[in-house]
């Protein structure tokens, strides 16, 4: 701001610097090449006349309600910065916010403008189903998906049965494929892998077929 003073004999300008925490800043970019990280570039170009100190970014998985991670990063290390400790495969909210010597801005009006990013995928995996009927069925994974969920069975015949599941409600990536073992009750209790069979299939169902009666 500036105040003019006039007289006779001349005018005098006097400029006074207004100083105070930073205004909105923002959020320039957010990418993921690891499954479990953020890269993000910030910028704060309302920085209350006074040099960046730190910024902070606030996280959420995307549909909840509560802003309850958060991470801060020294503005003075080059950026970008690498959010951790995230799912893979995952939606995320982000918003930022920064701070000078006088502190953060309070309310959510310091924040920039949410953005929503998804995580990287954790590799390829194998997912199995659980047990059903008479049916014995194992699973491993080859990386850290949940389980498929609502998994059934229908009989259609003697030696015919449609198994069917929904994916995995923390996929962490896409399924390539779904594997499922099956071996008859009383092998599996004797744990003989000699007659266990599979079924490999890219959807949500599979034909379980040649079985005994």
Same mark, same amino acid.
């Given at each position: 701001?500036?105040?003019?003073?006039?007289?006779?004999?001349?005018?005098?300008?006097?400029?006074?610097?207004?100083?105070?925490?930073? *205004?909105?800043? $923002? #959020?320039?970019?957010?990418?993921? @090449?690891?499954?479990? /990280? !953020?890269?993000? %570039?910030?910028?704060?170009?309302?920085?209350?006349?006074?040099?960046?100190?730190?910024?902070?970014?606030?996280?959420?998985?995307?549909?909840?309600?509560?802003?309850?991670?958060?991470?801060?990063?020294?503005?003075?290390?080059? *950026?970008?910065? $690498? #959010?951790?400790?995230?799912?893979? @495969?995952?939606?995320? /909210? !982000?918003?930022? %916010?920064?701070?000078?010597?006088?502190?953060?801005?309070?309310?959510?009006?310091?924040?920039?403008?949410?953005?929503?990013?998804?995580?990287?995928?954790?590799?390829?995996?194998?997912?199995?189903?659980?047990?059903?009927?008479?049916?014995?069925?194992?699973?491993?994974?080859?990386?850290?998906?949940?389980?498929?969920?609502?998994?059934?069975?229908?009989?259609?015949?003697?030696?015919?049965?449609?198994?069917?599941?929904?994916?995995?409600?923390?996929?962490?990536?896409?399924?390539?494929?779904?594997?499922?073992?099956?071996?008859?009750?009383?092998?599996?209790?004797?744990?003989?892998?000699?007659?266990?069979?599979?079924?490999?299939?890219?959807?949500?169902?599979?034909?379980?077929?040649?079985?005994?009666?």
């Amino acid at each position: 701001n500036t105040i003019e003073a006039g007289a006779r004999s001349g005018q005098a300008t006097v400029e006074i610097r207004i100083e105070g925490p930073p *205004q909105k800043c $923002t #959020l320039l970019s957010a990418n993921s @090449y690891d499954a479990s /990280e !953020l890269n993000i %570039t910030l910028n704060c170009p309302e920085d209350g006349n006074s040099s960046i100190t730190e910024y902070k970014v606030e996280y959420r998985v995307a549909g909840t309600s509560d802003w309850t991670s958060q991470q801060t990063f020294n503005a003075a290390n080059l *950026q970008p910065y $690498t #959010l951790i400790g995230l799912h893979a @495969y995952t939606l995320y /909210e !982000l918003r930022a %916010t920064a701070a000078n010597k006088y502190g953060y801005e309070s309310g959510d009006m310091a924040f920039s403008a949410v953005t929503r990013v998804t995580t990287a995928q954790d590799g390829e995996f194998v997912v199995l189903l659980i047990s059903f009927l008479h049916i014995g069925v194992v699973f491993v994974l080859l990386s850290a998906p949940g389980p498929p969920s609502r998994a059934r069975a229908l009989m259609i015949g003697p030696h015919w049965v449609v198994v069917s599941w929904s994916p995995p409600s923390q996929p962490n990536g896409h399924p390539s494929y779904y594997l499922v073992y099956y071996q008859r009750v009383e092998f599996r209790q004797a744990r003989d892998d000699s007659v266990t069979r599979a079924v490999n299939v890219t959807g949500t169902s599979a034909n379980v077929t040649m079985l005994c009666p």
